[in-house]
Structure formats: structure tokens, C-alpha cells
């Protein structure tokens, strides 16, 4: 026994068995890591696989879109190309016959218009002469298509249309007419740019060519024709009134559906009225100040009366108005007008351009002492509501009038009108006894003679 005591001395069996089941459980952690490593890696090497797969299918993919797009491309392409050299091909055609035939026409009345007209045509054809007439046709025919495009083809567009025309005809008639035409430097430069021209081709798609005269004259034709249109279109168009072409105010006004609506084309006659489809409109709830009213501000008067008349004319210039009768006066309607869906009266009143009617309780009081504590307009300065203005041109005029009858009765081609203190034209009209013309002194009373008031 104590031998074997003796024999085991210096080794403990716990230590041994402790450190033999440590081992053990590193090396199965060991190997469970290298597991999941392999794994990882497998993973790893077939999403790379696969996203190579995918790169190299969607290569494929492009490179047969690619090639029908660009097949696609290529027959859009032609196509274009063929209706563009068709389309370029008929206009051309078009420009020389209508090249043609406006010249034939344009010969066959000269010619025997010439003689005519020749002192006037004389004239016309030296440079001077021919130079002012040049911008005549061209500064009338600019302003007659702005006229229509502002405010309809009223009498100014069609004044200055008149004159357009008549100017470019006496032009054409001394153009056509001359007998020195080829033989002058202007000719001479005139057909030298004609030469060119014949000479020049322009290149289409598809290979065609055409010429320099023709190009130009299907440009010209194209120009014009466009220009017609849109004159046309803008100025010349009858109004809708609620949704039924109305005929212009000269040929008067077809039924409508609807009489208490009106939709059109507007111009501003004052800040406060305009007329739409033929029909006078004053516009509800809001009051501009009279034509000749002038309002104070730190720089000094201002035609604030016109003002407003120019602010209105901003908002409907080239636009559609609609408007809502609410109201019918003895010569115009009260309506609520609206532009783009916007009330017209409540952009007048928050800009200070005209005031609001009916005090405290109006539809625009709020927009009213909006702008009044901006200090827009008419609140910039000190501005008088307009019946105390027209009180006082009344009171004005009551002391220099015949009797104390401040209102002037005048004949103008048979019509009797009478004219207010405050109206633009007042200060120059001078009533005559020997025309029958005479003095009043109050709207009832000329009225009651057979007067009625001017516009």
C-alpha cells in the first residue's frame, strides 16, 4: 500500500480529467467553425456564380434590345425623313402656283389701273415717298394685329388694317406699273437677289431639292397664312355667350340658352365696366374712379381714373371672361365677371385700383382693408370715393354754367346727347344756341326733352 502511494505521488487525476474535457470541447468548436466557414464559402461562390450568370444574361438581354431599337430607330427615322420630303414637296408646289397666280392677278389689275392712278403712282415710286409708305403698310399692319389681339378687331384695328391695305396696294400698283422697274438700282439689286436665289437649292431629306425662290415662297405663304389665322382666330371670332356662338355686336346677338351668362372676348371700357359679347357690363360690388379723377400720394397727382381702367384691360387682355348677370341697369348690365376662374372685382379691389361699394357689409370689404393697410394704390395717398368727386366737378361746374345747369346738350350727325361734368370730353364742348344745342340741369330733365346720355 505504500508502495502504490508511493508510486502515484505527483499526479492528480482531476487536473487530468479537467484538462482532457477542455480539450475536447475546443477541438468540437473548432470544428463547428470550419463547418460554417465551408459553408459560407459554398454560399458565397454560388451567389457569385449566379450573379455572373445574371451580368451575362442581361448582356444578351441589351444586345437584342439594342439591335431592335436601333432597327426601330432606323425605320422611324426613314419614315420621317419620307413625310418630311412629302409634306416639304407639296408645299412647294403650293408656293409656286400661289406665287403664280398672285402674280398673274396682281398683273392683270395693274396694268390697267396703272394709267389711272399714275400722278399718285409717280410719286409713290420715288424713294422717299416709297421708303414712308414702306413703313406706313408695315408699322399699320403691326398695330391693327396687336389692336385685335388686345382688344378684339374694334374701329382702331380696322382703321389701321385700311390704311395697311391701302398703302401696300398704291405700293404694288407703282411696283407693277413702272416702266423703268428692271432698269433701276433698286430693280437691279431686286433681281440680282432674285438671281441668287434661282440659283441657290436646298437640300430635303430624302435626297429632293428644291429651289431658293420656291423655299422662299413657301416660307412667305406659310408665314402669312399663320398670320391670317391668328388674326382670325383672336379678333375676328364671334363670342360664346353660355355656350352658343353669338354673332358680332354689329349683326346683334343670336337666342342663348342661358341669358344670365356671358363668355367671350372683353374690353375694358372703364375700371369698373367692359363690354363682352356686345354687351355693356359694369361689374358688381366695386366702384373705379371716374376717367378724368386724379388721387394724391407723396410724389405727387396721379391719374389714378385711367389707372384703373388700365389694370382692368391687364387682366382680361387675351383672355376668356365669363361673367354672371346679376343685375339689369336701363344701358348696361351688373354682372360678376370671373378670368382663369378668379373674380376679377376682388383682384381690382386687393390691388387698390378701385374701391368697395357698399361699406361694411360689401362681398369686398375684407379685400378693401387688405390693401388700404398695404398701402396699395389708391391707399398710397389720400383718394376720393368717386360720387364725392363727382359732387364736387357738379358743384365746379354749377358755378360757370348758364342758370346754374351744369350739364351740355350737344348734336353730333343728328344724335342729342348730353355730357356730365365729369366726363373726359366735357371741358371742350361749347354748346351752340344756333345748332339747337342747349344747357340742363339735371339728367331728368334731358331726359325728358328726348336727350340721352353719352357713353
Known sequence: MFWWR??????????????????????????????????????????????DAGVAGARDAGSGTAYYAKKFAAASASAVRQAAAVAASAIATGARGLASGLSALAARIGQPLGPVFEPV????????????LKIVAGLTALGALYRSWSFGFDTDAMIAAIIAAI?????????????????????RAWDGLLAKLRETEITL???????GTAAGAGLLATVAAVTLAGAAFYSGAPSRVAGVM??????????????SKLEGRAVALSGD???????????DGIEAPEATQSCQRKAGKWRCGAAAKDALANIVRGRRISCDIVGDGEDIKRARCYSRGSDIAKELVR????????????????????????????????ADRPQDYRDKRWEEATRTAPDGCPIKGRIRSGSRT?????????????????????????????????WSRAS
Open 351 to 382: 390691388g387698390g385700383s378701385v374701391f368697395s361699394n357698399g361699406g361694411f357689409l360689401s362681398r369686398y370689404a375684407g379685400d378693401e382693408s387688405e390693401a388700404q393697410a398695404q398701402k396699395v394704390g389708391l391707399w398710397s395717398g389720400d
Open 6 to 51: 508511493k508510486r502515484n505521488e505527483g499526479f492528480e487525476w482531476r487536473d487530468y480529467v479537467r484538462t482532457t474535457i477542455l480539450v475536447r470541447r475546443e477541438q468540437r468548436r473548432q470544428r463547428v467553425k470550419d463547418i460554417h466557414a465551408a459553408a459560407a464559402a459554398h454560399v458565397k461562390d454560388a451567389g457569385r456564380r449566379g450573379l
Open 205 to 211: 431629306p430624302g435626297d429632293r431639292r428644291i429651289s
Open 246 to 259: 353669338s354673332a358680332p355686336a354689329t349683326t346683334g346677338a343670336l337666342p342663348t340658352a342661358d341669358a
Open 121 to 132: 403712282l409717280s410719286v409713290a415710286r420715288e424713294p422717299r415717298p416709297n421708303l414712308a
Open 273 to 283: 365696366s367692359l363690354r363682352i359679347a356686345g354687351t355693356l357690363v359694369t361689374l
Open 418 to 450: 348730353y355730357v356730365l361734368p365729369w366726363s373726359t370730353s366735357y371741358d371742350s364742348i361749347k354748346p351752340s344756341k344756333a345748332k339747337g344745342e342747349r344747357w340742363f340741369c339735371s339728367e331728368t330733365e334731358a331726359k325728358a326733352a328726348g
Open 167 to 187: 398703302a401696300s396696294v398704291v405700293l404694288a400698283l407703282a411696283y407693277l406699273t413702272d416702266p423703268y422697274r428692271g432698269r433701276r438700282a433698286g430693280g
